[in-house]
């Protein structure tokens, strides 16, 4: 198996092997739209630092999950989001999780109910 076959898919993103409508960077962070968006703005703020999940966080994590809720604050406004908008991080399988690397969802631009369908 060659070494771009094990990445996931946004360490390809990051790796710029594949495509993404790339929306912010930095040297920590990157933000991408979705490609399934389930809201007219659906955001992903991933870390560039390879984490597969919330539940690898531990303390010495504490700046970059920082970063990565500044980083959607930052979006939230350039997007126009300022009636509201929802940031959710789901961990694991059974928690709605599909690429293990952490990530934030950023969703904006409608009505969102509680709790989610």
Same mark, same amino acid.
């Given at each position: 198996?060659? *070494?771009?076959?094990?990445?996931?898919?946004?360490?390809?993103?990051?790796?710029?092997?594949?495509?993404?409508?790339?929306?912010?960077?930095?040297?920590?962070?990157?933000?991408?739209?979705?490609?399934?968006?389930? $809201?007219?703005?659906?955001?992903?703020?991933?870390?560039?630092?390879?984490?597969?999940?919330?539940?690898?966080?531990?303390?010495?994590?504490? *700046?970059?999950?920082?970063?990565?809720?500044? $980083?959607?604050?930052?979006?939230?406004?350039?997007?126009?989001?300022?009636?509201?908008?929802?940031?959710?991080?789901?961990? !694991?399988?059974?928690?709605?999780?599909?690429?293990?690397?952490?990530?934030?969802?950023?969703?904006? !631009?409608?009505?969102?109910?509680?709790?989610?369908?």
């Amino acid at each position: 198996m060659n *070494e771009s076959s094990e990445k996931n898919i946004f360490q390809r993103i990051i790796d710029r092997e594949i495509p993404a409508d790339i929306v912010y960077e930095t040297d920590q962070v990157l933000a991408f739209r979705d490609i399934q968006p389930q $809201a007219p703005v659906h955001l992903l703020v991933i870390p560039k630092t390879p984490l597969p999940s919330l539940a690898d966080v531990d303390a010495s994590h504490q *700046e970059l999950l920082g970063r990565l809720l500044v $980083a959607a604050a930052e979006l939230a406004r350039r997007e126009g989001l300022q009636q509201g908008y929802r940031v959710v991080i789901n961990c !694991g399988r059974q928690g709605g999780q599909e690429v293990p690397h952490l990530h934030l969802h950023l969703l904006g !631009g409608r009505d969102l109910s509680w709790p989610p369908g």
